[in-house]
């Protein structure tokens, strides 16, 4: 079993930033590729952006690319969501997941049903 438990989250101005954590516990984190999701009201569980377990690669949904940056510390066994230049459209809880480390394509690590656990989530809103 892997533990996940966001912080981070809050009430942000449009245009500003925002750092989310994902601190895990359980097995060994270095050998679970990481993702963040973020769902909306009335809208399904979408992928934000993945790490691979050793870190060398990252995977970001065209939505955030060049906003967001996703990335590791394996010695802290934590995973971390920067975002910037946040826009409203971006308000969602975020939720950051975790799944055997293997090679895959980003599609592969986009995909929801991949990943084995989850946190509770963490509530990001951004204002106009």
């Known amino acids: 079993q892997v533990q996940l438990v966001e912080s981070g989250g809050g009430l942000v101005q449009a245009g500003g930033s925002l750092r989310v954590s994902c601190a895990t516990s359980?097995?060994?984190?270095?050998?679970?590729?990481m993702g963040w999701f973020r769902q909306a009201p009335g809208k399904e569980r979408e992928f934000v952006a993945a790490?691979?377990?050793?870190?060398?690669?990252?995977y970001y949904a065209d939505s955030v690319k060049g906003r967001f940056t996703i990335s590791r510390d394996n010695t802290k066994n934590t995973v971390y969501l920067q975002m910037n230049s946040l826009k409203p459209e971006d308000t969602a809880i975020y939720y950051c997941?975790?799944?055997?480390?293997?090679?895959?394509?980003?599609?592969?690590?986009?995909?929801?049903?991949?990943?084995?656990?989850w946190g509770q989530g963490t509530q990001v809103t951004v204002s106009s």
């Open positions: 997941a975790a799944k055997p480390g293997r090679l895959g394509s980003y599609g592969y690590m986009s995909t929801t049903s991949h990943y084995d656990y």
């Open positions: 359980g097995r060994t984190f270095s050998n679970y590729d």
């Open positions: 790490i691979s377990w050793s870190g060398g690669n990252t």
